[in-house]
């Protein structure tokens, strides 16, 4: 739990810096062709972190509680493909408020942190279940939360030096 609980801190730490690393008045700027700018980035981020699943309905979890672990790893931090984000967590076009954007994911990833530390992560979440892979256990939940924060991370360091 102690690895969990230092890659959801260094998760935090790297987005927020990638996002400071950013001016503010490039921040809702498109950086490429077929890109979002670094407002929607954070806007998607922010929305995908269902910090209340964790705290919704749960059940005894008749597996290995990690079996996820491991696929999501594979599919979110493998930077060569890129992937469609679901229409749920589609961003607004913005503008997007910088300043804001660091509170909220701050407060956000705090709560995330805390719940790894006072949860029991073998629990299977029923509130929400993930495309593809179905519902996960508060563990699986907490690891995506580390890996797709990453790849958004790598996402924004490439926005930046477009933008620069």
Same mark, same amino acid.
């Given at each position: 739990?102690?690895?969990?609980v =230092?890659e959801?801190?260094?998760a935090k730490?790297?987005? @927020?810096k990638?996002? =400071? ?5 490039k921040f ?9 700018t670094?407002?929607?980035?954070? %806007?998607?981020?922010?929305q995908?972190?269902? $910090? %209340? $699943? @964790?705290?919704g ?8 509680? %990690?079996?996820? $672990?491991?696929?999501l =790893?594979?599919?979110? @931090?493998?930077f060569?493909?890129?992937?469609k ?7 607004g076009d ?11 994911? %701050?407060?956000?990833f ?5 719940a ?11 509130d929400?279940?993930?495309p $593809?892979?179905g519902? @996960?256990?508060?563990l ?10 990453k ?5 924004l ?6 933008? =620069?």
């Amino acid at each position: 739990m102690n690895n969990l609980v =230092a890659e959801l801190e260094e998760a935090k730490s790297g987005i @927020l810096k990638a996002v =400071a690393a950013i001016s503010r008045d490039k921040f809702n700027t498109v950086p490429f062709k077929d890109s979002w700018t670094a407002g929607q980035v954070s %806007d998607h981020l922010l929305q995908s972190l269902g $910090v %209340d $699943v @964790l705290y919704g309905t749960t059940e005894t979890t008749d597996r290995a509680p %990690d079996q996820n $672990v491991a696929p999501l =790893a594979s599919a979110f @931090l493998d930077f060569t493909i890129k992937m469609k984000s679901p229409d749920f967590i589609l961003p607004g076009d913005g503008p997007h408020d910088q300043q804001a954007f660091l509170t909220d994911f %701050d407060n956000t990833f705090n709560k995330l942190i805390t719940a790894a530390k006072t949860l029991d992560l073998s629990q299977t979440c029923l509130d929400f279940k993930m495309p $593809v892979m179905g519902a @996960l256990t508060r563990l699986e939940f907490l690891w995506f939360y580390v890996f797709h924060t990453k790849r958004h991370t790598n996402q924004l360091q490439n926005i930046a030096k477009a933008l =620069a």
